[in-house]
């Protein structure tokens, strides 16, 4: 497709009689799907790998931590899909030829280098990307008065830039692959929100993420619009 706009003929083109030769599970299944899953080494990013691995998705996994919860090994095990979990490593030389460390640079959603690398080797591992989920975050609990820049910034860097990224590298890979078959051209992203971007919380003092979590809301709804018409849907999920 090449980022050209889908047409509502395309969108709309469907066999009257499917019902007849397809069953509701194969509408559910995601069968030879890639989902990406930011975050999902642990949590609810995890919980989600066996949601879609359950459906039939493979699985990749892009998240900092050098080594997963126990559970993910489950996942590989148990599921019959392809599940990898992204850490990016990158070789540097002390002394030429003497001394060669392998740095694991990992998968931090904030470094836009080291994200975007781990994007085209998902797509070179699995051939393509036809679904996101954005769990990376994290949720600072200290008083406003005290937050210092360094620790804000790295709260938005995460929650907000690393979610906003990770969609643009998804979605360019989204509108360049063909589709599955003529109902699913495009793909669909996920973005966890929280509630937080409804209510505040008393008891908690948490104003960054807060403001943060507000923001993934208002970039689903943009990105929901502005990728429509790209055969890109986008949503929210908002747990709490
Ligand atoms: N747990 C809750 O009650 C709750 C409620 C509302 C929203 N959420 C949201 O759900 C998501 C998952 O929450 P959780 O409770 O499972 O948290 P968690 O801390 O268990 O999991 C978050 C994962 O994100 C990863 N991560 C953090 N920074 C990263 C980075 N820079 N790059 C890549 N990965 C990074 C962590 O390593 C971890 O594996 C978060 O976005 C959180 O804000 C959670």
């Given at each position: 497709?090449?980022?050209?706009?889908?047409?509502?003929?395309q969108?709309?083109?469907?066999d009257?009689?499917?019902?007849l030769?397809?069953?509701?599970q194969?509408?559910?299944?995601?069968?030879?799907?890639?989902?990406?899953?930011?975050?999902?080494?642990?949590?609810?990013?995890?919980?989600?790998g066996?949601?879609v691995?359950?459906?039939g998705?493979?699985?990749?996994?892009?998240?900092?931590l050098?080594?997963?919860?126990?559970?993910?090994?489950?996942?590989?095990?148990?599921?019959?899909?392809?599940?990898?979990?992204?850490?990016?490593?990158t070789?540097?030389?002390?002394?030429?030829?003497?001394?060669?460390?392998?740095?694991?640079?990992?998968?931090?959603?904030?470094?836009?280098?080291?994200l975007?690398?781990?994007?085209?080797?998902?797509?070179?591992?699995?051939?393509?990307?036809d679904?996101?989920?954005?769990?990376?975050?994290?949720?600072?609990?200290?008083?406003f008065?005290?937050?210092?820049?360094e620790?804000?910034?790295r709260?938005?860097?995460?929650?907000?830039l690393?979610?906003?990224?990770?969609?643009?590298?998804?979605t360019?890979?989204?509108?360049?692959?063909?589709p599955?078959?003529?109902?699913?051209?495009?793909?669909?992203?996920?973005?966890?929100?929280?509630?937080?971007?409804?209510?505040?919380?008393?008891g908690q003092?948490?104003?960054d993420?807060?403001?943060?979590?507000?923001?993934?809301?208002?970039?689903a709804?943009?990105?929901?619009?502005?990728?429509?018409?790209?055969g890109?849907?986008?949503n929210?999920?908002?747990?709490?």
């Amino acid at each position: 497709m090449n980022g050209t706009l889908v047409q509502p003929q395309q969108v709309l083109k469907r066999d009257a009689d499917s019902f007849l030769h397809r069953t509701v599970q194969d509408l559910f299944s995601l069968k030879g799907r890639t989902i990406v899953i930011t975050g999902g080494a642990r949590g609810i990013g995890l919980s989600f790998g066996f949601a879609v691995a359950e459906a039939g998705a493979n699985v990749a996994i892009v998240d900092l931590l050098s080594e997963p919860h126990e559970h993910f090994y489950k996942l590989e095990k148990d599921y019959g899909v392809k599940v990898k979990l992204y850490k990016y490593f990158t070789e540097r030389r002390l002394y030429p030829i003497l001394l060669k460390f392998m740095f694991n640079d990992r998968s931090d959603v904030t470094n836009h280098a080291v994200l975007g690398a781990t994007f085209e080797e998902i797509v070179k591992d699995f051939g393509r990307i036809d679904g996101l989920v954005t769990a990376a975050g994290i949720c600072p609990d200290e008083p406003f008065i005290e937050r210092k820049p360094e620790s804000v910034a790295r709260c938005m860097n995460i929650n907000v830039l690393g979610t906003y990224f990770a969609a643009q590298f998804a979605t360019a890979s989204m509108i360049k692959q063909e589709p599955l078959d003529d109902t699913h051209r495009g793909g669909s992203i996920v973005m966890v929100a929280s509630v937080a971007a409804y209510v505040a919380s008393k008891g908690q003092t948490t104003s960054d993420y807060c403001a943060s979590k507000g923001a993934v809301l208002s970039l689903a709804k943009a990105l929901g619009v502005e990728l429509a018409m790209k055969g890109v849907r986008v949503n929210s999920i908002s747990p709490g």
